[in-house]
Nanobody, 125 residues
């Protein structure tokens, strides 16, 4: 079992920045890939970004490319999502998730077996 806790969300003006953190505990000796997803009210949960265990491969959904950066520090069991040039449409509850397929950047929710509780990001226009 891997427990995930997100933090770093908040209220920010459009054009601003936030850095989300995803801290893992529990079975941290195992390798796992991490994905970030988000869900806005009335919408389905959507993929944002993912990173492999080594950090050597990352992927992003098109709407955040060039604005968001995913990274990880395995020694701290933490994955980060740096979000710059935030837009109103980035407003959502952001979740991190862990996958045992540590060599892949999976863009669908069913590829992840462990989920955090989410952190709210609100961007004011």
């Amino acid at each position: 079992q891997v427990q995930l806790v997100e933090s770093g969300g908040g209220l920010v003006q459009a054009g601003g920045s936030l850095r989300l953190s995803c801290a893992a505990s529990g079975r941290t000796s195992s390798r796992y890939a991490i994905g970030w997803f988000r869900q806005a009210p009335g919408k389905e949960r959507e993929f944002v970004a993912a990173i492999t265990w080594s950090g050597g491969s990352t992927s992003y959904t098109g709407s955040v490319k060039g604005r968001f950066t995913i990274s990880r520090v395995n020694a701290k069991n933490t994955v980060y999502l740096q979000m710059n040039s935030l837009k109103f449409e980035d407003t959502a509850l952001y979740y991190c998730a862990a996958s045992d397929a540590y060599f892949s950047t999976i863009a669908y929710t069913s590829g992840y077996g462990y989920w955090g509780q989410g952190t709210q990001v609100t961007v004011s226009s």
